[in-house]
């Protein structure tokens, strides 16, 4: 079945720690986007990607970092966990980064302590 | 700064029409989407708008007017799945979606 995939589902990690979100499409979209939801906010845009090899910044990427060495994949890096990045993370795909419409993954809940 | 208003909250009854507006002020505008979000789950498209005017799909209509920086969300014939949250969003002129805290739909019988 077509879509997009993310792991882990939940992950409650200690600050300080690494930790990479995974996110894998099989539609051949050629845009990717990253995610954060907080109760309250709207989603904001981590970092974006629009093709394999480029990647970009959106409102909040302090603290992630990311990469796309293929179509397919999109992984989101936290490089030194912090409580502030508990959050539900979601990864999301489009045909391009234009106005196409964008499909969302089920979501990573992340619990930093 | 860019700004998406949508009213927190609203409840309606089983069978009825609720509209759920959305107040924008983006730097550019591409066009306005709307999403439906269950507890727990990912947000699913509903809508687009980039003209003004209405939209018409099944149950659920779509208003833009660009000149107002306005849109709004029609849900008919109220089904207790309908209980949900409804994000509204602007595609700005980096082509990069800014999105409203969302409006949780409650239904009740």
């Known amino acids: 079945i077509a879509g997009i995939t993310q792991a882990p589902t939940s992950q409650i990690l200690a600050a300080g720690r690494r930790m990479t979100l995974r996110c894998t499409q099989d539609?051949?979209?050629?845009?990717m986007y990253w995610y954060r939801q907080d109760l309250g906010l709207g989603l904001r845009l981590i970092h974006y990607s629009n093709t394999a090899g480029t990647t970009g910044k959106g409102e909040v990427p302090d603290g992630y970092s990311v990469s796309r060495a293929n179509t397919d994949d999109f992984p989101l890096t936290l490089a030194s966990a912090v409580p502030s990045q508990t959050s539900v993370y979601f990864c999301?795909?489009?045909?391009?980064?234009?106005?196409?419409?964008?499909?969302f993954g089920p979501g990573t809940r992340l619990t930093v302590l | 700064g860019q700004n998406i208003d949508q009213p927190t909250e609203m409840t309606a009854t089983e069978g009825a029409i609720v509209q759920i507006n959305c107040t924008y002020q983006?730097?550019?505008?591409?066009?306005l989407f709307w999403y439906q979000q269950h507890a727990g789950e990912a947000p699913t498209f509903l809508s687009y708008n980039v003209l003004d005017g209405l939209e018409e799909k099944g149950r659920f209509s779509s208003f833009l007017s660009r000149s107002k920086g306005y849109s709004y969300l029609l849900l008919k014939e109220l089904q207790m799945k309908d209980s949900a949250s409804y994000l509204c969003a602007v595609m700005d002129s980096n082509y990069q979606l800014i999105w409203g805290a969302g409006t949780k739909l409650i239904i009740k019988p």
């Open positions: 999301a795909s489009s045909v391009s980064g234009s106005t196409d419409t964008q499909y």
């Open positions: 539609m051949r979209h050629n845009a």
């Open positions: 983006t730097s550019g505008f591409n066009g």
